[in-house]
């Protein structure tokens, strides 16, 4: 791929505000297909920074996004990639998946056998996106294979006759995990490894928490606003409710910041978007919101947390919970 380049005014690409001289590099053709689609996605100036300082000049690192289930980590970067025009590979990673099945395998191609790239081969050829998600899923033993390839040094393939691939200069590998690579210590996370130190060493890291209620709230609005429901003070009084339940449900989380509570479920950001479609779906249920709440979280907490969690909705909400 030798892609034309082409420069992006950052403050209208990404909907922030920025001055119009700050521009960030991306791709002039928009019709390659694994550019992610573009959804709606409230950028959060801080990640913002980091992610545009990073695929603009990672100096040699890799990239690593740390934070809890559903916080918006994969798509904060699959969003930049697609306002920028930069193809993205994605692999979601698990215990047994080995660095051969990043780098490629031979295949039955049209009546014969070829090798055909993974996707780490392709990013690292074509100057793609390399997205690593849930990485503290995979064995640290596979990942060791990638330290050299995050420093800039060509991919050799034996396997495929000794195929060396040199660097794209616009490939950059990019990791996600609900741990920053030293264990799950809350028991939370099933199947999280500790990452080896001298991989853990080639990463930037960045965190990306449970978003503020503003920007939960544009997030909300633009969920209904999709959906074709006018956004009026009810709805949006409504909408901040449900975010003051996630946030005390988040408070209240085993796993929350300070690891003391006693759910073991939490709200996710993806949560709160799947029970805003779903209270949308059901509203002429005589009580959408507490039905629409079950399917989007409680039905799989206990009976106690259950219970407990329409307590908190119930006090929130008042008399429009309706129970
Ligand atoms: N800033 C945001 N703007 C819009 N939607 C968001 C945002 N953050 C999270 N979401 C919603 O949450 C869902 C889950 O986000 P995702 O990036 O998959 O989370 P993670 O990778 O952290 O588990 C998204 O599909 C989207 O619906
Ligand atoms: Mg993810």
Redesign the pocket.
């Known amino acids: 791929m030798n892609a034309q380049t082409k420069k992006f005014p950052i403050g209208q690409t990404f909907g922030i505000s920025a001055p119009a001289a700050m521009t960030v590099d991306g791709f002039e053709d928009d019709q390659h297909p694994s550019i992610p689609a573009v959804?709606?996605?409230?950028?959060?100036n801080e990640h913002l920074r980091d992610v545009l300082a990073f695929i603009a000049n990672p100096l040699g690192d890799a990239l690593y996004?740390t934070?809890?289930?559903?916080?918006?980590?994969?798509?904060?970067i699959?969003?930049v990639a697609s306002r920028l025009n930069w193809p993205v590979q994605q692999v979601t990673c698990h215990g047994r998946l080995e660095l051969n099945d990043l780098i490629g395998q031979f295949m039955l191609v049209s009546g014969s056998m070829s090798f055909v790239h993974g996707p780490l081969a392709q990013a690292v050829r074509d100057g793609h996106l390399l997205i690593l998600?849930e990485i503290d899923l995979m064995d640290p033993s596979e990942l060791a294979g990638l330290n050299d390839i995050i420093e800039g040094q060509p991919l050799m393939i034996p396997q495929n006759g000794g195929e060396v691939i040199k660097p794209h200069p616009k490939f950059r590998l990019i990791a996600?995990g609900n741990s920053a690579g030293q264990g799950d210590q809350s028991g939370l996370y099933q199947g999280v490894m500790q990452q080896n130190l001298a991989f853990l060493d080639r990463f930037r890291l960045m965190e990306?928490g449970y978003?503020d209620a503003s920007?939960e709230k544009s997030?909300l609005k633009?969920?209904l606003v999709g959906m074709g429901i006018p956004v009026d003070s009810v709805m949006e009084n409504l909408s901040e409710k449900m975010i003051q339940v996630a946030n005390e449900i988040r408070r209240l989380f085993v796993g929350g910041a300070d690891g003391t509570g006693e759910l073991s479920v939490t709200m996710?950001?993806?949560t709160l978007?799947r029970w805003t479609n779903l209270m949308i779906a059901y509203k002429r249920a005589p009580n959408a919101l507490a039905y629409s709440l079950d399917r989007a979280l409680t039905l799989r907490a206990e009976h106690a947390q259950r219970e407990a969690i329409h307590r908190i909705a119930k006090d929130i909400f008042g008399d429009s919970w309706g129970e």
């Not at 934070?67 to 980590?73: D, F, M, V």
């Open positions: 959804k709606d996605y409230a950028f959060r996004l934070g809890p289930t559903g916080s918006g980590k994969t798509s904060l699959c969003q998600n996600t990306v978003p920007v997030i633009g969920v996710s950001t993806r978007v």
